[in-house]
């Protein structure tokens, strides 16, 4: 069964930065793309940020780009994102998502239950 | 705003057919396919439709995914109690080099 685990979110002040985790499980990690995708309160999905099996490749939405960072550890079957300068249009609960393949083309098969990022002072 | 479009709200009675629309352009819908995600609130999504029209094991058939052209629609027969979602719409965009999604549609069952 796949399994998705995000940890990692919470309350943080404007400009401050945080990592968020994806723990998963029962599949063969290095074999899929992944990505992150937001939703902020009340609204519908962001896409984010993907990145390639091998982690070799990755790709940012413009409003994170040069903010925050992907990146993983199949050794360990993680999945991370590193955000900086965090704005107040950052605060969303962010999911871990798997793709389908090994390309971020590909559809979604997965997600994980989420986890609270909120930028406020 | 999102890039895909569709209706903030969308209801039926159990038993009943409901569609729901999804509108995007060339560089997403008309280009690539498109998949629908079920949100309970509070809850994952969860992966309803994908390739336009096929569903993952284990989703009943009384979910029925379309495309034609740059729109592409979500329809639900035999509604029940439980359908009672958010429900989105998705396409690669060639464009923005991203993933589009679509604002989502509250589907009531009264």
């Known amino acids: 069964e796949v399994q998705l685990l995000e940890s990692g979110g919470g309350l943080v002040q404007p400009g401050g930065s945080l990592r968020l985790s994806c723990a998963a499980s029962?599949?063969?990690?290095?074999?899929?793309?992944m990505s992150w995708v937001r939703q902020a309160p009340g609204k519908g999905l962001e896409w984010v940020s993907p990145?390639?099996?091998?982690?070799?490749?990755?790709s940012y939405a413009d409003a994170v780009k040069g903010r925050f960072t992907i990146s993983r550890d199949n050794s360990k079957s993680m999945l991370y994102l590193r955000m900086n300068s965090l704005r107040a249009e950052d605060t969303a609960v962010y999911y871990c998502?798997?793709?389908?393949?090994?390309?971020?083309?590909?559809?979604?098969?997965?997600w994980g239950q989420g986890t609270l990022v909120t930028v406020s002072s | 705003q999102s890039v895909l479009t569709q209706p903030p709200s969308a209801s039926g009675t159990p038993g009943q057919r409901v569609t729901i629309s999804c509108s995007g352009s060339?560089?997403?819908?008309?280009?690539?396919?498109v998949n629908w995600y079920q949100q309970v609130p509070g809850t994952a999504p969860k992966l309803l439709i994908y390739g336009n029209n096929r569903r993952p094991s284990g989703v009943p058939d009384r979910f029925t995914g379309s495309k034609s052209g740059t729109s592409a629609s979500l329809a639900i027969s035999g509604l029940r109690s439980e359908d009672e979602a958010d429900y989105y719409c998705?396409?690669?965009?060639?464009?923005?080099?991203?993933?589009?999604f679509g604002g989502g549609t509250k589907l009531t069952v009264l």
């Open positions: 029962g599949f063969t990690f290095s074999n899929y793309a």
């Open positions: 998502a798997k793709h389908a393949h090994d390309f971020w083309t590909g559809y979604y098969d997965y």
């Open positions: 060339r560089s997403n819908i008309g280009s690539n396919y």
């Open positions: 990145i390639s099996g091998s982690g070799g490749s990755t």
């Open positions: 998705a396409a690669w965009d060639d464009s923005l080099s991203g993933w589009a």
